[in-house]
């Protein structure tokens, strides 16, 4: 890279490039500790990802404990443990306490302001880096950062910044309106840090079959869904489950959609199985089935409706090959064992994602090997900090990654 011109101001300690969540912590807890920081944000307004989440009103955490909390995020979560000791979830209640701003948990489970307004949050934090005297750039987008003798020389179309120390809070690529670029991967790239693959996580996805169009006003609870594929079985699981015109969505299809979002890399599209039926399985069904031979002449659908929503046993009669309005007396014993076997696995191929913009986080990211998790400090690269979604982690629904990107900041800020 050529070399950048001379800068024209003193040196800060800190510039973070990027004031969403973890960068707007970050520079809350360097400037606490006495540092100058600055923060560069390339967006005309801090936070814009933070207004989004949750449905702006921002599930900021939940009331896991750190062991089982990091568990959540497969064997990288370890990685968190160092940040989450400096803000878990305890400590990030305090912290925005502590703004001025109480939470609460509604579930037993999430953690939410407690007007449930992410704008809230967004007030408390920024308020607190106004009195903290941090500067902030907006419009400022950063095209380039390079080592000097005394730190770092930061480029963005104005011109230049020194630092000391500098950290990219720069997120990942889920909701590009937001601000979402994904250029902190090639700064990373540019001091020697290496980067996994990137896949929109936290997504719905697309299907083959067009069924689910006819299906959109249900919500299934406690359905499952397992990846039909024999290498990869073990992705699997319960939750809600919402049709759309295109496909799946819902909270347990976002959280699977992190695993599967990359095997549509390998293959080209996934197969799953699906029991829409709160688990009931081949022999519960023929349980069921024998007891509705006591009304002979009531409808299939009708009956089915009991435990599925009528459009939804209908696409699954239409797979069967059955005529859904069929009195029961006619169901045949072929035609009977193969409507349960479609109950109990009912399949459907995933083609795709709704891509980054339907997204709420990204797969994958900076290394973690090449990150010190005590101090957020690049390995190859003394003084470089990286912080949030920028690094390779990314957890399911439920304030999973709102709480990471906030811990890892404040650790991030006092290095
Ligand atoms: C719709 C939606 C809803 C969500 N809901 C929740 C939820 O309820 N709970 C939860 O835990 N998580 C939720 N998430 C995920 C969570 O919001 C993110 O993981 C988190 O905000 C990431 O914080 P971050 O600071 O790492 O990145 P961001 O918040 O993305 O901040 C990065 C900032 O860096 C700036 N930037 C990037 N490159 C440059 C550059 N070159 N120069 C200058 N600035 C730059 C960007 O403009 C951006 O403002 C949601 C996400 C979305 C999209």
Request: proline share 6%.
């Amino acid at each position: 890279m050529p070399a950048l011109p001379t800068p024209s101001q003193p040196p800060y300690d800190l510039i973070i490039i990027g004031g969403g969540a973890s960068g707007l912590v970050a520079a809350i807890s360097a400037a606490r500790i006495g540092k100058q920081v600055l923060i560069c944000e390339q967006s005309g307004s801090l936070g814009l990802k933070l207004l989004a989440s949750g449905g702006e009103r921002c599930n900021l955490s939940n009331t896991l404990s750190s062991e089982d909390f990091m568990q959540r995020f497969g064997p990288s979560g370890r990685f968190m443990g160092p940040a989450l000791e400096q803000l878990g979830g305890d400590k990030l209640r305090e912290f925005f306490a502590g703004l001025g701003l109480e939470t609460v948990v509604l579930d037993g489970f999430r953690v939410w302001p407690i007007d449930r307004k992410s704008v809230s949050v967004l007030r408390v934090l920024t308020e607190e880096i106004e009195r903290a005297g941090v500067h902030v750039q907006l419009e400022c987008k950063v095209i380039a950062a390079q080592t000097t003798p005394d730190g770092f020389a930061v480029q963005h179309a104005g011109g230049l910044f020194q630092t000391r120390k500098l950290l990219l809070a720069t997120g990942g690529l889920a909701l590009p309106k937001s601000g979402a670029s994904g250029e902190g991967y090639s700064f990373a790239e540019e001091f020697g840090l290496r980067c996994t693959p990137r896949y929109p996580a936290g997504v719905p996805l697309t299907t083959v079959e067009d069924w689910p169009a006819s299906c959109t006003a249900h919500t299934i609870g406690k359905a499952h869904i397992q990846v039909d594929l024999p290498k990869h079985k073990r992705i699997a699981g319960t939750g809600d489950l919402i049709f759309t015109k295109t496909g799946l969505r819902g909270p347990l299809v976002l959280d699977l959609s992190r695993d599967i979002s990359p095997l549509l890399d390998k293959y080209d599209t996934v197969p799953l199985v699906m029991n829409l039926c709160r688990g009931k399985n081949q022999e519960e069904w023929q349980t069921i089935f024998k007891a509705w031979r006591l009304k002979p002449n009531a409808a299939l659908d009708e009956r089915l409706t009991e435990h599925l929503p009528l459009e939804v046993n209908h696409a699954i009669c239409k797979l069967a090959e059955v005529e859904p309005d069929l009195p029961m007396h006619s169901l045949a014993g072929a035609q009977r064992d193969e409507l349960i076997r479609l109950l109990v696995r009912t399949p459907i191929t995933v083609s795709g994602t709704t891509g980054y913009e339907g997204a709420f986080v990204t797969r994958g990211g900076v290394r973690l090997k090449d990150v010190r998790p005590e101090t957020l400090e690049a390995k190859t690269q003394p003084g470089l900090y990286l912080s949030g979604e920028v690094l390779d982690l990314d957890g399911p629904c439920g304030g999973f990654n709102l709480q990471w990107a906030f811990a890892s900041g404040y650790l991030a800020g006092l290095g």
